[in-house]
């Protein structure tokens, strides 16, 4: 265990996951992977007390049948045929809100203990979408397995993407050079989009209207630049194992006329006294808080730390991450706003310099075994797949949204009851993400 706590200490765990009879960790560090196994006869140590990010992951576990060993507070995260105790305190007010809400959104319950309307503590209980997806994986062929595998949360192309290069990986090729660049502009197109709508839904939660209508209408717009190269579908049915399944033309030069647009806007709109007033020093997550709990993407880089899988990547070369230091709604905005024009730079460069040559290769039965991530627009993107006579025999996913709902549960400790809805957008976290 001491080379575990090793790796734990100069890094951060990634994954965590069930390997016959014991578990495997993976664990970043230098943007390195590396994959621990420990335990045995489905039991296994808890290392959550000295490693907080561990937590989630040790309880995901133990409500999989394993057998966690010193866990202090042991409570299902997806399932709700088990027992949960909500933590009490008989001084403080409880406010019970969800997981039914007054809007079109996904299902939650958050307990929130309060003091007048200060808030003192929050518990979040998911597991409302639980579709038992990760046990529809095994013996799925590649088509089916990426069906699956893009509804894992509500960034298709990235979980999409991730699974297949994790499938490529165990088959030892990898896409043809077109196809990673068409890849990397659907991904690219999805961020821009997935930001946009954060920051539209922060303008309509402090009553901006004019800022909302604006981020939207572009949107809107950019709605029909993303699905040309796939059709419909919010980003699916575009990847494929070995590459993509079509090339659609994409308007560049109205892609540029939405980035300059934006660059022009956004920052306008985050300046203005009101949207100050209202999201400056709300919903604060320290980055000590960051780097302990192991957060990923905007939410972290909101709270300096300064880690984007797109910084290893090959194929953006010199990239620099978007980072604010604030930890607040507003450095959280910023972020986003920011990374939406530079992904849409992105985009138009793949698009404009793509390599000539097929689109796709047909994967051949094979064996193996591979990982891979992708950073999505709400971070990290993590799968694994063993392959065996060119099916899955085994797969594990995690959604960036499963490790940064603890900030939520940070960033309203201390702030009124009424701010909870605009920290809540701050984060936009996925629900289905969560309940793989």
Not at 183 to 206: N, P, V
Not at 317 to 342: I, K, N, S, W
Request: glycine share 12%; charged share 25%; hydrophobic share 45%.
């Amino acid at each position: 265990m001491d080379e575990v706590k090793n790796a734990l200490r100069e890094g951060r765990p990634v994954a965590m996951f069930p390997d016959g009879d014991r578990v495997a960790l993976v664990v970043e560090v230098g943007g390195a992977l590396s994959v621990y196994r420990y335990g045995g006869a489905g039991r296994f140590p808890s290392l959550a007390a000295e490693f907080p990010a561990l937590d989630w992951f040790e309880r995901a576990l133990w409500e999989r049948g394993l057998v966690v060993e010193g866990h202090r507070d042991l409570k299902p995260l997806r399932r709700h045929d088990l027992p949960y105790a909500f933590l009490r305190f008989p001084e403080l007010h409880e406010v019970p809100v969800g997981p039914v809400h007054a809007g079109i959104i996904e299902p939650g319950h958050f307990r929130f203990s309060v003091l007048g309307e200060r808030i003192v503590h929050l518990e979040i209980r998911l597991g409302y979408q639980h579709r038992g997806l990760l046990s529809l994986l095994p013996g799925a062929g590649p088509e089916r397995a990426l069906l699956l595998a893009e509804r894992a949360g509500s960034e298709p192309v990235a979980h999409a993407l991730a699974f297949a290069e994790a499938w490529e990986g165990a088959l030892g090729r990898a896409a043809p050079p077109r196809a990673q660049a068409l890849r990397r502009a659907a991904l690219e197109l999805e961020r821009a989009f997935g930001h946009l709508g954060h920051l539209a839904g922060l303008f309509t939660d402090i009553g901006y209207a004019y800022g909302a209508t604006q981020v939207g209408r572009i949107r809107a717009l950019l709605q029909g630049e993303r699905d040309r190269p796939r059709g419909p579908g919010y980003g699916r049915n575009f990847l494929r194992v070995g590459g993509v399944w079509r090339e659609g033309r994409v308007d560049l030069e109205a892609l540029a006329r939405y980035r300059e647009e934006l660059a022009r806007l956004l920052p306008r709109l985050l300046r203005q006294p009101p949207v100050l007033d209202r999201m400056r020093y709300v919903g604060v997550v320290r980055r000590v808080e960051a780097e302990a709990l192991g957060f990923v993407g905007p939410t972290a880089r909101a709270s300096g730390v300064g880690r984007d899988l797109r910084q290893d990547d090959p194929l953006y070369p010199g990239f620099t991450p978007v980072v604010r230091q604030g930890g607040d709604v507003l450095a959280r905005a910023q972020v986003y706003a920011e990374d939406a024009v530079a992904a849409l730079d992105h985009a138009r460069g793949f698009l404009s310099r793509l390599p000539e040559g097929p689109l796709a290769w047909d994967p051949a039965p094979g064996e193996g075994e591979a990982m891979a991530r992708v950073e999505a627009g709400r971070g990290e993107v993590f799968w694994f797949v063993r392959i065996e006579e060119g099916r899955v025999a085994a797969a594990e996913g995690v959604d960036p949204s499963f490790k940064n709902w603890r900030a939520l549960e940070l960033a309203v400790r201390g702030e009124g009851l009424p701010d909870f809805p605009l920290c809540n957008k701050s984060f936009d976290l996925s629900y289905a993400g969560n309940d793989l």
